[in-house]
């Protein structure tokens, strides 16, 4: 069974099978490599079972098979024998006595033999080309769709047949010590069959098993989100920079050798719709969205809060409209509740939200697009027309 590792006096998992990274719970890593495109830093395999509410499954279970085929390959794909009747000039196997009397094939100098042959065109690897074959045809990314097409070519010059085998065939497979590498490629071939996002709860299908150090989950975290809005949101007229964008500091005048020590600035991701004239840049960060205060219960963690601020004025006055009322978004996960508050600063609106890692899939993305919808006050001041509201990436124009 897949254990999270609990980084912290809190049990490893809650009810409702989340799992924990740190303080974090998180339910799902793979809905997470989905968007994030980094699928495979794994530590062992394990048997894992389906989640069938996700999106973009047909680019998941297409990475995890190509991966899957491309290991298998480097490796030689494993042979089978196959039983063979033909007409030899040669004994081999056994004579068929009753095929080769009735068609006198002894004055013709032949015997008609039953054998088994080696070969690479098993029911195993015929099921993982078709597997290819249907999942190149439904896959979103055409880079993608290409590298399981050309596997697939690949198989066919290999020797693999493409009549892909029964149901009774594949449930008849049976993996020992010397083929166990295969589980992983079959596996994935019958998630591209039945099109489910794998779970960290056990199931029956060997994958495998996603780790959770704290600080290669935080980085996957802000790529996830990243890749989410780019996927999501580039076709409705959204420049995404998933990876972020350096920004310069408004520097007047400076001595020679400020440069040297002066930090630089990266945003994490930028989002801008210049229909609408919003820009969205967003930080990420893998930690409570709340710390305890001096005064108060409970605060927003100044640092994070300062440095949003200076990534929003330090690009405004420039002459860019855009950069001028640009807003500004700080996303965590949520611990213990959810948040969701505006500020708007100085003509710029700050975001605290969270989103509940938690959550099942469809949930986290009805969350992630409701954090880029214009808060209510820019709403309110928005011209006639909603030019401001044909820029929100609501859940209903995303579905």
């Known amino acids: 069974m897949v254990t999270a590792v609990a980084t912290a006096p809190a049990a490893a998992t809650k ?47 297409g990475e995890i098979l190509a991966h899957a085929v491309e290991k298998r390959q480097r490796r030689q794909l494993s042979l089978g024998y196959r039983s063979r009747r033909d007409v030899l000039h040669r004994v081999r196997g056994r004579i068929d006595v009753l095929a080769t009397e009735r068609r006198q094939l002894l004055a013709r100098g032949r015997v008609a033999c039953r054998f088994d042959e080696l070969t690479i065109d098993t029911p195993r690897n015929r099921f993982v080309r078709a597997a290819l074959d249907r999942i190149a045809r439904l896959v979103r990314r055409p880079n993608l769709a290409h590298r399981c097409r050309g596997l697939a070519s690949d ?20 993996f020992g010590r010397h083929d166990a590498n295969d589980r992983f490629m079959v596996a994935a071939a019958k998630l591209a069959f039945d099109l489910a996002l794998p779970t960290e709860a056990a199931g029956a299908s060997a994958l495998p098993r996603p ?14 989100v990243g ?52 820009r969205v840049v967003i930080d990420t960060k893998f930690t409570s969205i709340l710390t305890s205060g001096w005064y108060r219960e409970e605060t927003l963690r100044s640092g994070y809060l300062y440095q949003v601020y200076a990534y929003l ?49 469809a949930t986290i993305r009805r969350q992630l697009l409701k954090v880029v919808e214009p808060p209510l006050d820019i709403r309110e001041s928005a011209s006639a027309g909603g030019s401001a509201r044909a820029g929100g990436a609501t859940a209903e124009q995303t579905r």
Do not use: C
């Open 227 to 278: 890749g989410f809005y780019d996927i999501v949101l580039s076709g409705q007229g959204w420049r995404v920079e998933p990876g972020g964008t350096r920004l310069r500091w408004p520097v007047e005048r400076s001595t020679p050798g400020i440069g040297k020590i002066l930090p630089a600035m990266r945003t994490d991701i930028v989002l801008e719709h210049r229909p609408s004239g919003r």
């Open 211 to 224: 780790g959770r150090e704290e600080r290669w989950v935080r980085r996957l975290f802000e790529r996830a």
């Open 313 to 361: 004025r330090s690009q405004a006055g420039r002459g860019d409209p855009i950069a001028d009322r640009a807003e500004g978004l700080l996303l965590h996960p949520s611990v213990g509740g959810s948040v969701d508050e505006t500020a708007v600063i100085q003509g710029h609106a700050i975001r605290f939200a969270t989103v509940d890692l938690a959550a099942p899939s």
């Open 15 to 61: 009810d409702d099978g989340a799992g924990y990274v740190g303080r974090i719970p998180v339910r799902n890593l793979w809905l997470l490599m989905l968007y994030a495109s980094d699928l495979f830093r794994m530590n062992g395999t394990d048997d894992v079972a389906p989640e069938d509410d996700s999106d973009e499954l047909p680019d998941l279970v």
């Open 155 to 174: 198989l066919k010059t290999m020797g693999v047949g493409g009549h892909p085998p029964t149901p009774a065939e594949v449930r008849a497979e049976r």
